[in-house]
């Protein structure tokens, strides 16, 4: 079993920065993507960006040019760099983990709050 950590949600104003992070407690082995969720309330759970294990991301529209993800394989590590923040961004993230091969397993982390204020 993998555990995924989050950690640095908070309360920002509108256009500020945060920083997500999440740990796995192990590495990986398995061709894999990692990616951030989110919810907000009365929402359905949303992607916000995932990267695959050669560091090729996808982002959902509504963050394009805003956050930025990236992993380090060797820390076993996935950031969410978001900037430019808005009150609609305002969520419980999630992070994730999807091995496709050679089993299919997702694993996911406990969530950390992201508030942006106006």
């Known amino acids: 079993q993998v555990q995924l950590v989050e950690s640095g949600g908070g309360l920002v104003q509108a256009g500020g920065s945060l920083r997500l992070s999440c740990a796995a407690s192990?590495?990986?082995?398995?061709?894999?993507?990692m990616g951030w969720y989110r919810q907000a309330p009365g929402k359905q759970r949303e992607l916000v960006a995932t990267i695959t294990d050669d560091d090729t991301p996808n982002y959902a529209d509504s963050v394009k040019g805003r956050f930025t993800i990236s992993r380090d394989n060797a820390k076993n590590t996935v950031s969410l760099q978001m900037n430019s923040l808005r009150p609609e961004d305002t969520a419980v993230y999630y992070c994730?983990?999807?091995?496709?091969?050679?089993?299919?397993?997702?694993?996911w982390g406990q969530g950390t709050q992201v508030t942006v204020s106006s």
């Open positions: 994730n983990a999807h091995q496709s091969w050679p089993r299919v397993l997702d694993y």
């Open positions: 192990r590495t990986i082995f398995g061709k894999n993507n």
